[in-house]
Each structure stands twice: as C-alpha cells, then as structure tokens.
C-alpha cells in the first residue's frame, strides 16, 4: 500500500496538464521529502521544475502573485544543469517575445539560486536592458530587481565588469541594441543597475578596472550632467563602487576637488560629492586629501555663515566630517 506522500507523487505523475496550483503542493512534498526518501524527492523536483517553467515562465498570461510565493522550494532545488537544460531556454525566449508577462518572476527565481551564473550573466543583461528602460514603471522596476539579483549571482570579475560597460554604452546612446533613452526615469533606471553590480559578491574584480570604469564612465558624465537629480544619483552610484577601492589616484582626488569647486555646483550636489569621498578615502590614504583642505572650509565655512539653511549645513557637516578624519591620520593636518 503506498503512502499518502506516494498517492501524491503518483497522482502528479498522472496529471497530463498540470495546474498552477499544483506548484504549493510541489513545493510542500519537496519540503517534507528533502531529507528522508532521496528517489522521490528526485521525482517531485523534475515534476517541479517542469511545471514552473511551464506555468511560470512559459505562459503567455501573467501568473498572479500568489502563485510565484510557493515557488520557492521548487526553485532552491534546482541544480546548474536543470536550470540549463530546463529553465532558461523557457526564461530566454519568454524575456525575448513577452518580458511583460514573466517579469515579475525574475527577481525570485535569480534570488533562490545557489548556483554562479557568471556563464550567461551578459547574455541574460542583454534580456533584462529593454524592460529596464521600457517607460512602464511595473516592469521598469521588476527589471531593475532582477538585475539586483543577477549582481549577487556573479563570482566572475569580468563578467560584472562587462556588464557594467554594456549598461554604460545604454546610457550614453552608443548601444544599438537598445531604444536611445529619453526621459530621466529610464537614466535613473539604468545607473540605479551600474550601481547594483558594485555589491557583486565577486572578488576578483580589480582596482585598476574600478579606477578605470571611473574614469572612462563617471567622470564625464557627471562633469557634462546639469540636472540636479540625475548628478546626485550618478554621485550615489560612483560611491557604491568607490566603497570597493582599497586605493586611489591623483585624478580621483582632481575630480573631487573640481567637482566642489564648479561654479554651477549646489548645496545638495557639493554634499553628494562629500558623501562619496567620506566612503573612498579610508585610513591608509585619507591624508591625500591634504591638497584639498581649502576646498573643504569653503564647504564648511558656507554652512557656518547660512546656518539657517539645511543643504549648506548638511555640506558643512560633512566637510566637518572630513577634515576631522583627516586630523586623526595627521597631527599636524590644519595647524
């Protein structure tokens, strides 16, 4: 006589055309079965992962909400090769011919994977960039958690560096693949996955190629941009990446300082420029902003002398910030 956990698997087994609400009972057999009956477990994770990728990523209606909820033990059981062989060849063409339908399924599935997906990480990129600036704010942000999730997947130093050179040829209108960006909610979308990539669990990704992404991307661009908005979030997003150095050069330090002293700079962009400094210039390089100490107390003094107004006094505090850290690297520092 079978087993009530049998009956189960052998009425799945049955079912020609499964439902969409079989996958909460999937995933409970799966949880029930995953450390004590290795051959059925096997069968109910292929039965799983088949109907995910059928009812999931393969329909042409986009599955509710709470159907993508249950998934979750189907997908952290899937190995590298089901996921090749089953997965992502459905994912592939699914983003390809209706990325507004399985979108939203992106984020979960790349999140419970416990697998490197360096391997088609440029290739999957390639997918997500036209949701990601498609002026739809559902799939617009959908997109953008995916490649959140996507960094977090990638152990390969290139491969993240690739990608962040590929979104940066989007931004700058010189990738032809993609629509040529026209509104500053498509910008902020694509800077917002530069940033992403800079909190890659990857290792091997050098301080040469970060210096060199910022200068041959940042720097520019937010030296050319005027728009308040859009030269804070670039700042934010450089700080994310600055975090990583370890080390500096002379001409990170020259940006700074030239980017303070802009005439057109304001309270707001003068603190985003503080902020990222605070980040990069860590104990073992911090007195290389010494050349800089006048720069600093224009910040400081500015917020001193119109203290009644919260952006120069964030700047001040910042400067403040600074030069304090400063000092306690250099005992001689403002004397």
């Known amino acids: 006589v079978p087993t009530l956990v049998e009956s189960w698997v052998n009425l799945l087994n049955s079912i020609s055309e499964p439902d969409i609400a079989h996958l909460g009972l999937i995933s409970a057999l799966l949880y029930c079965l995953k450390t004590k009956d290795t051959t059925l477990y096997e069968q109910i994770k292929t039965i799983g992962i088949d109907s995910y990728a059928k009812l999931i990523l393969g329909t042409r209606t986009k599955p509710y909400e709470t159907a993508l909820r249950p998934c979750n033990e189907i997908l952290s059981s899937m190995d590298l090769e089901s996921f090749k062989t089953k997965v992502y060849p459905v994912l592939n063409r699914s983003l390809l011919r209706n990325p507004e339908v399985i979108i939203e399924a992106v984020p979960s599935l790349l999140s419970s994977l416990s697998f490197d997906l360096s391997y088609t990480a440029n290739e999957l990129s390639k997918q997500l960039a036209p949701p990601l600036i498609s002026k739809t704010e559902s799939l617009e942000a959908s997109a ?45 979308n694509v800077l917002s996955a530069i940033g992403a990539f800079s909190r890659s669990p990857s290792t091997s990704i050098s301080q040469d190629d970060i210096l060199k992404i910022l200068d041959k991307y940042f720097y520019p661009m937010i030296q050319q941009e005027v728009h308040e908005g859009l030269i804070c979030h670039m700042l934010q997003q450089m700080t994310s990446w600055c975090s990583r150095l370890t080390n500096t050069n002379q001409t990170l330090t020259d940006f700074f300082k030239k980017g303070l002293e802009q005439k057109n700079s304001t309270a707001i962009t003068r603190a985003a420029y503080l902020q990222c400094i605070l980040v990069t210039y860590k104990e073992n390089n911090l007195t290389d902003l010494i050349p800089m100490h006048t720069t600093l107390m224009a910040s400081y003094e500015r917020g001193v002398n119109q203290s009644t107004l919260i952006n120069c006094l964030h700047e001040a505090l910042l400067a403040a910030l600074i030069m304090i850290n400063i000092a306690q690297m250099n005992s001689s520092y403002g004397k």
């Open 144 to 188: 953008l958690a995916s490649f959140r999730t996507l960094a977090k997947q990638i152990s390969n130093g290139e491969t993240i560096i690739s990608i962040v050179q590929y979104l940066f040829n989007i931004f700058n209108g010189t990738e032809s693949s993609v629509n040529k960006l026209s509104v500053i909610s498509q910008r902020e």
